[in-house]
């Protein structure tokens, strides 16, 4: 099965609204990074986080190492927010390489 | 300036030629990474090297090689494309993974290979 699971798969939001992301971890990930993908391919780093929480403006990520799961929450959405969202953890191999989740599409619509 | 560039944007290979993707990094990190990415999934591990002239299997290597000449470059090499490999391959860089160094990679822009 999937070791790095992202819900929801597509996500339509109205321009201003909020919403959550969320992967979960059948590995023991040490670290988490969360990337968007914008519609020309460019992947952008979010977030890198160890356990706990982190917040950018209108975005804000948790990972909870112990229950293995991470989520992004979007507040008050922008049409610019719109691409996939990717998370990714870390391998715990010593060798520090990510493994990926499928990504959420968000369409931001105003 | 970006830190991570990559060479060619954009490729098109005809089934049996060989292919070399380029990736140059001026972070100064040690790890380096490729990446494949096929539509509807996120992105899978090739190869990776822990510095100058070291390099090592992904989780999908076959039908690639890589080469890690310098601190700054790292190669991936396909000696036969074949239509299959037909995909968009990124490269990242990170620091090694010593006790206190960030596990994070940044990426580069993209190769887009058609293999026809």
């Known amino acids: 099965g999937d070791k790095v699971k992202q819900s929801p798969s597509a996500l339509s939001l109205q321009e201003g609204t909020n919403s959550a992301l969320r992967c979960n971890f059948s590995?023991?990930?040490?670290?988490v990074q969360w990337f968007l993908q914008n519609p020309r391919g460019s992947l952008m780093n979010l977030f890198y986080?160890?356990?706990g929480t982190k917040e950018n403006g209108r975005l804000k990520s948790a990972f909870d190492s112990k229950e293995s799961y991470s989520t992004l929450h979007i507040r008050d959405a922008q049409l610019e927010d719109s691409g996939t969202y990717f998370c990714?953890?870390?391998?715990?191999?010593?060798?520090?390489?990510?493994?990926f989740g499928s990504g959420t599409q968000l369409t931001v619509m105003p | 300036e970006a830190a991570v560039t990559q060479s060619p944007r954009n490729k098109v290979a005809v089934t049996g030629g060989k292919v070399t993707l380029s990736c140059n990094q001026t972070?100064?990190?040690?790890?380096m990474y490729w990446y494949r990415q096929d539509t509807g999934h996120g992105l899978r591990l090739i190869h990776y090297?822990?510095?100058?002239?070291?390099?090592e299997k992904g989780d999908i290597p076959d039908g690639y090689k890589a080469s890690r000449p310098s601190q700054e470059n790292f190669s991936l090499i396909l000696e036969l494309a074949t239509p299959s490999q037909t995909s968009v391959y990124f490269c990242?860089?990170?620091?090694?993974?010593?006790?206190?160094?960030?596990?994070?990679?940044?990426f580069g822009p993209g190769t887009r290979l058609t293999v026809l």
């Open positions: 990242a860089s990170g620091d090694a993974a010593l006790q206190g160094a960030r596990a994070e990679q940044f």
């Open positions: 972070n100064n990190h040690n790890n």
């Open positions: 090297s822990y510095g100058a002239g070291s390099t």
């Open positions: 990714a953890a870390d391998a715990s191999s010593g060798s520090w390489q990510l493994i």
């Open positions: 986080l160890v356990p």
């Open positions: 590995i023991a990930a040490t670290t």
